[in-house]
């Protein structure tokens, strides 16, 4: 994923992002604010929507998302994690 512009969380800490404390989002407030800066909030609103991403994305949690997309019948695709797509046999050298 790449996106057009400078995105405001950059150098944020991410666990504002995705800190997640029984079933409520403790910084939400706070990231809504950076996500409403953010130049490239309507690329990270369509990623988020296409994608069954967790945490906050453009100021909006995965139930938010979960709920658009329940009321308007929109299948997201599972991401999985690069680590998937990693091979990692390799031949030992000795
Ligand atoms: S809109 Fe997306 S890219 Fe921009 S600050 Fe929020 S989470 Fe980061």
Not at 57 to 78: C, D, L, Q, V
Request: glycine letters at 6%; hydrophobic letters at 35%.
């Amino acid at each position: 994923m790449r996106f057009s512009d400078t995105p405001a969380c950059l150098g944020i800490d991410v666990e504002l992002f995705f800190t997640e404390e029984k079933g409520s989002y403790p910084y939400l407030n706070h990231v809504k604010r950076i996500c409403n800066t953010c130049p490239v909030q309507e690329e990270c609103y369509n990623y988020a929507m296409d994608n069954l991403v967790h945490g906050i994305w453009a100021g909006t949690t995965m139930e938010e998302r979960n709920r658009y997309r329940s009321k308007h019948g929109i299948i997201g695709k599972t991401v999985l994690p690069a680590s998937m797509f990693i091979d990692v046999t390799y031949e030992q050298t000795v």
